[in-house]
């Protein structure tokens, strides 16, 4: 599977932006997909799951104001991301993975693919 993120961007504060995920080379419906990002000189940290029957889950930072979704017909995951803070900024990366269970979809380690990421800044 190979994943290609995109629509990241400079944006001040209190702005919104809409990062997608475009999936080839699976079966997309059959993963599970995240979305994880990196601040800079911070580790990778979750952001947001998607199961295949729709389910969320989200890092109680954004649950407000960030929105997983999946459309399975265009192989594409996103992530909608609304009144920005300038501690969003982060490098985002979106991953699939088969068979992830529950207890582990904050970690990267449970995915099998990874795209290249999109950088998001935000300026106060």
């Known amino acids: 599977v190979q994943l290609q993120a995109s629509g990241g961007g400079l944006v001040q504060a209190g702005a919104s932006l809409r990062l997608s995920c475009a999936a080839s080379g699976g079966t997309f419906r059959s993963y599970a997909m995240g979305w994880f990002r990196q601040p800079p000189g911070k580790e990778r940290e979750f952001v947001a799951h998607?199961?295949?029957?729709?389910?969320?889950y989200y890092q109680n930072s954004v649950k407000d104001r960030f929105t997983i979704s999946r459309d399975n017909a265009g192989n594409t995951v996103y992530l909608e991301m609304n009144s920005l803070k300038p501690e969003d900024t982060a490098a985002y990366y979106c991953?699939?993975?088969?068979?992830?269970?529950?207890?582990?979809?904050?970690?990267?380690?449970?995915?099998?693919?990874w795209g290249q990421g999109t950088l998001v800044t935000v300026s106060s």
């Open positions: 998607i199961r295949w029957n729709g389910a969320t």
């Open positions: 991953a699939a993975g088969r068979g992830v269970i529950i207890s582990t979809i904050t970690q990267p380690r449970a995915y099998d693919y």
